[in-house]
């Protein structure tokens, strides 16, 4: 494979004007060391563990209620011990910049909903303490359960660190799931507290949940209270007030808790089984981000990250993380593409957003309609467009430069729910390539295996770590031997964490490309082939708007049946002149192995509600699964995605039925 185009060299001043450059001075200050570029600090940032967290810790000024002992006890995957000893609060942390500023905005609410709805530091610290009492006053304590079924506005963001705040626990799941996924979700973790609204708009539709809210509540029978806040139609009988919640004396307060405290339960996409409850605890995320969103993200005390998500995405906990460093937070609910494409971009510049976070999907979109985001509005403040989700081609690499130019940095990652953070990232300190990821975050031993468990450079392999770091799971809630979570991570290769992505790391410039899910890799001919170069070549085509490309094996030890399947632009048609068009592309730009053996129509392409294709289900049902088995609808983006599968399967079974 040919090494990626460099499109952006780090700024010749990124030492002077950079958050990761602050850091770099205090090292030299405070520990005497120095470092001639990113590789360099990455290699100290993965062999000196101790040194490097510690560093995050002190330079960040982590406020302790009790001193660590250590920085690393048992060093061992999993069950590695990070800061034995201290005790601290997450939501101490999330609330302390308003200490200096508490009449800056520290939260921009806006929605479809409702009009825009904003919170200065001194407002949100208040609400969170009146919050805090209130939910006191309903029983909670230490180690409780606080569940949310809202979207992403100011009231869900006042519960999570009123609930941190007090050492209870929080989950949150976003209303567009119906009430199977949640309550197959909270029924897991069995909360005390279920906080919910009874509708919202999605774009131009109101959208109505009191039957959803009254199946979740008849299926929980450890919660004690309900508490409906007020947002979209309708009311809630039976249940407590958002403004009683808060109504009340209330003083500000923070339960020290241990470092490995359970600070929130997110949810893998259940997709491929029941979702599991992973459970973050309150010093490994507080470390994390404070490392993450200030060295690679750039954000300082005054700027304004704005990322659209849902509650039930782990860019929900990314995104309200921002407050640690002192960025204020913009909180998006509605349709993200309502009424047009342009809506995030015209949001961006009303809120003054210096990083904007966007899916690849998105950004290819803009790019196909034509968008002109820094041409059409005033964007002069934005500094770092971020990219997660799924990997971005080298074609959304060099859209983002001519729209923006080189002083808006572009950063790719890839990471997941699994450790709430990156794994594999850019950075201010970092060249932007063109299609490929600049290389691994900082504290991440990121590499690629093979089956062997040997390391592999410039050669697809399994993406692992092999060194622990904080934010890993403290364990999935309810697995008492941790059979569950070892199978999950470590099954491969024990003692390393494999994460289940096919990655191939460049030795020349450090930069990595993620080619797909590990279980979704095709094998052709004994060749594994990584699907997101399919994707990339097939979406490029006018005709086509999105794409799905499967392996059948044979069990006899044959080739196997190669399928692609298309959703197509409007106006477009599987014709014959299509077909060969698609076919002599994928030979063209990749080989004769990546040609079909047959392309299908597809009105959508199957993906949850994180926009990640669901390959490894689609094929499940191809080969005879029943789709309620492979994907609960509510995981799903589009419920009857799957459906055209299950027609295919019995399509196909009846025809080798006949022969």
């Given at each position: 494979?040919?090494?990626?185009?460099?499109?952006?060299?780090?700024?010749?001043?990124?030492r002077?004007?950079?958050?990761?450059?602050?850091?770099?001075?205090?090292?030299e200050?405070?520990?005497?060391?120095t470092?001639?570029?990113?590789?360099d600090?990455?290699?100290?940032?993965?062999?000196?563990?101790?040194g490097?967290?510690?560093?995050?810790?002190?330079?960040?000024?982590?406020?302790?209620?009790?001193?660590?002992?250590?920085?690393?006890?048992?060093?061992?995957?999993?069950?590695?011990?990070?800061?034995?000893?201290?005790?601290?609060?997450?939501?101490?942390?999330?609330?302390?910049?308003?200490?200096?500023?508490?009449?800056?905005?520290?939260?921009?609410?806006?929605?479809?909903?409702?009009?825009?709805?904003?919170?200065?530091?001194?407002?949100?610290?208040?609400?969170?303490?009146?919050?805090?009492?209130?939910?006191?006053?309903?029983?909670?304590?230490?180690?409780?359960?606080v569940?949310?079924?809202?979207?992403n506005?100011?009231?869900?963001l006042?519960?999570?660190?009123?609930?941190?705040?007090?050492?209870?626990i929080?989950?949150?799941?976003?209303?567009?799931?119906?009430?199977?996924?949640?309550?197959?979700?909270?029924?897991?973790?069995?909360?005390?507290?279920?906080?919910?609204t009874?509708?919202y708009r999605?774009?131009d539709?109101?959208?109505?949940?009191?039957d959803?809210?009254?199946?979740?509540?008849?299926?929980?029978?450890t919660?004690?209270?309900?508490?409906?806040?007020?947002?979209?139609?309708?009311?809630?009988?039976?249940?407590v007030?958002?403004?009683?919640?808060?109504?009340?004396?209330?003083?500000?307060?923070?339960?020290?808790?241990?470092?490995?405290?359970?600070?929130?339960?997110?949810?893998?996409?259940?997709?491929?089984?029941?979702?599991?409850?992973?459970?973050?605890?309150?010093?490994?995320?507080?470390?994390?981000?404070?490392?993450?969103?200030?060295?690679?993200?750039?954000?300082?005390?005054?700027?304004?990250?704005?990322?659209?998500?849902t509650?039930?995405?782990?860019?929900?906990?990314?995104?309200?993380?921002?407050?640690?460093?002192?960025?204020?937070?913009?909180?998006?609910?509605?349709?993200?593409?309502?009424?047009?494409?342009?809506?995030?971009?015209r949001?961006?510049?009303?809120?003054?957003?210096?990083?904007?976070?966007?899916?690849?999907?998105?950004?290819?979109a803009?790019?196909?309609?034509?968008?002109?985001p820094?041409?059409?509005?005033?964007?002069?403040?934005?500094?770092?467009?971020?990219a997660?989700?799924?990997?971005?081609?080298?074609?959304?690499?060099?859209w983002?430069?001519?729209?923006?130019?080189?002083?808006?940095?572009?950063?790719?990652?890839?990471?997941?729910?699994?450790?709430?953070?990156?794994?594999?990232?850019?950075?201010p300190?970092?060249?932007?390539?063109a299609?490929?990821?600049s290389?691994?975050?900082?504290?991440?031993?990121?590499?690629?295996?093979?089956?062997?468990?040997?390391?592999?450079?410039?050669a697809l392999?399994?993406?692992?770590?092999?060194?622990?770091?904080?934010?890993?799971?403290?364990?999935?809630?309810?697995?008492?031997?941790?059979?569950?979570?070892?199978?999950?991570?470590?099954?491969?290769?024990?003692?390393?964490?494999?994460?289940?992505?096919?990655?191939?790391?460049s030795?020349?410039?450090?930069?990595?490309?993620?080619?797909?899910?590990?279980?979704?890799?095709?094998?052709?001919?004994?060749?594994?082939?990584?699907?997101?170069?399919?994707?990339?070549?097939?979406?490029?085509?006018?005709?086509?708007?999105?794409?799905?490309?499967i392996?059948?094996?044979?069990?006899?030890?044959?080739?196997?049946?190669l399928?692609?399947?298309?959703?197509?632009?409007?106006?477009?048609?599987?014709?014959?002149?299509?077909?060969?068009?698609?076919?002599?592309?994928?030979?063209?730009?990749?080989?004769p192995?990546?040609v079909?053996?047959?392309?299908?129509?597809?009105?959508?392409?199957?993906?949850?509600?994180?926009?990640?294709?669901?390959?490894?289900?689609?094929?499940?049902?191809?080969?005879?699964?029943?789709?309620?088995?492979?994907?609960?609808?509510?995981?799903?983006?589009?419920?009857?995605?799957?459906?055209?599968?299950a027609?295919?399967?019995?399509?196909?079974?009846?025809?080798?039925?006949?022969?």
């Amino acid at each position: 494979m040919n090494e990626p185009e460099m499109l952006r060299a780090p700024a010749t001043d990124v030492r002077h004007t950079t958050a990761v450059g602050d850091y770099l001075a205090w090292l030299e200050r405070h520990r005497g060391l120095t470092f001639t570029d990113y590789r360099d600090l990455h290699r100290w940032s993965v062999t000196d563990l101790d040194g490097f967290w510690m560093s995050i810790w002190d330079c960040f000024g982590v406020r302790a209620h009790t001193p660590y002992d250590r920085v690393l006890g048992r060093r061992g995957m999993p069950g590695a011990d990070w800061f034995p000893g201290a005790t601290l609060n997450y939501a101490e942390h999330a609330l302390r910049s308003g200490e200096k500023t508490p009449g800056d905005l520290a939260v921009l609410g806006r929605s479809q909903t409702r009009g825009p709805k904003d919170l200065t530091w001194e407002q949100l610290a208040h609400q969170v303490a009146c919050a805090r009492a209130g939910l006191r006053r309903l029983g909670v304590s230490r180690g409780d359960r606080v569940v949310a079924y809202l979207p992403n506005i100011p009231e869900t963001l006042v519960a999570f660190l009123a609930t941190a705040s007090l050492g209870a626990i929080w989950s949150s799941c976003a209303p567009e799931f119906g009430a199977r996924g949640v309550i197959d979700r909270f029924s897991q973790i069995e909360p005390t507290i279920l906080l919910t609204t009874a509708g919202y708009r999605y774009g131009d539709k109101a959208i109505h949940r009191r039957d959803e809210v009254a199946a979740i509540r008849a299926a929980l029978p450890t919660l004690r209270h309900t508490v409906h806040v007020p947002y979209g139609p309708g009311e809630l009988p039976d249940t407590v007030s958002w403004d009683d919640l808060l109504a009340g004396p209330a003083e500000p307060g923070f339960e020290p808790v241990l470092f490995s405290h359970p600070l929130w339960v997110l949810f893998s996409s259940g997709t491929t089984g029941k979702p599991k409850p992973i459970v973050h605890s309150h010093g490994g995320i507080l470390l994390e981000h404070l490392k993450n969103h200030s060295l690679s993200w750039d954000l300082r005390p005054g700027d304004r990250i704005l990322w659209f998500t849902t509650t039930a995405w782990m860019m929900w906990n990314a995104l309200v993380s921002g407050l640690l460093v002192g960025a204020s937070v913009v909180l998006i609910d509605g349709n993200p593409i309502h009424p047009d494409l342009d809506w995030q971009w015209r949001l961006a510049e009303e809120t003054g957003a210096t990083l904007m976070g966007a899916s690849p999907g998105f950004l290819m979109a803009c790019r196909k309609e034509g968008l002109t985001p820094a041409a059409d509005h005033d964007l002069s403040l934005l500094r770092q467009i971020g990219a997660a989700g799924s990997p971005l081609p080298p074609e959304g690499f060099h859209w983002v430069r001519e729209q923006f130019g080189p002083d808006v940095l572009l950063n790719v990652g890839s990471g997941g729910t699994d450790v709430c953070s990156g794994i594999l990232q850019g950075s201010p300190l970092q060249p932007v390539w063109a299609g490929a990821i600049s290389g691994p975050c900082l504290g991440v031993a990121a590499t690629a295996y093979d089956e062997a468990g040997h390391e592999v450079t410039d050669a697809l392999g399994e993406l692992v770590i092999t060194q622990p770091m904080p934010s890993m799971p403290i364990y999935f809630w309810d697995d008492l031997d941790g059979s569950r979570y070892r199978g999950t991570y470590f099954e491969a290769y024990p003692g390393v964490w494999r994460h289940g992505d096919w990655v191939r790391f460049s030795a020349a410039t450090g930069s990595c490309t993620v080619a797909g899910r590990s279980d979704a890799t095709l094998n052709r001919g004994g060749v594994r082939l990584g699907t997101a170069e399919f994707y990339r070549v097939v979406e490029e085509l006018p005709e086509v708007d999105d794409s799905l490309v499967i392996h059948l094996e044979d069990s006899a030890g044959g080739p196997g049946e190669l399928l692609l399947f298309v959703a197509l632009h409007d106006g477009a048609h599987l014709d014959d002149a299509l077909r060969k068009l698609i076919t002599t592309v994928l030979r063209n730009a990749l080989s004769p192995r990546h040609v079909p053996d047959s392309i299908h129509t597809v009105p959508a392409v199957p993906r949850n509600r994180t926009g990640k294709k669901l390959e490894v289900p689609a094929k499940k049902i191809l080969l005879g699964a029943v789709p309620s088995d492979v994907a609960s609808r509510d995981t799903l983006a589009d419920p009857a995605a799957l459906e055209t599968f299950a027609a295919l399967a019995t399509q196909r079974a009846s025809s080798a039925a006949a022969r």
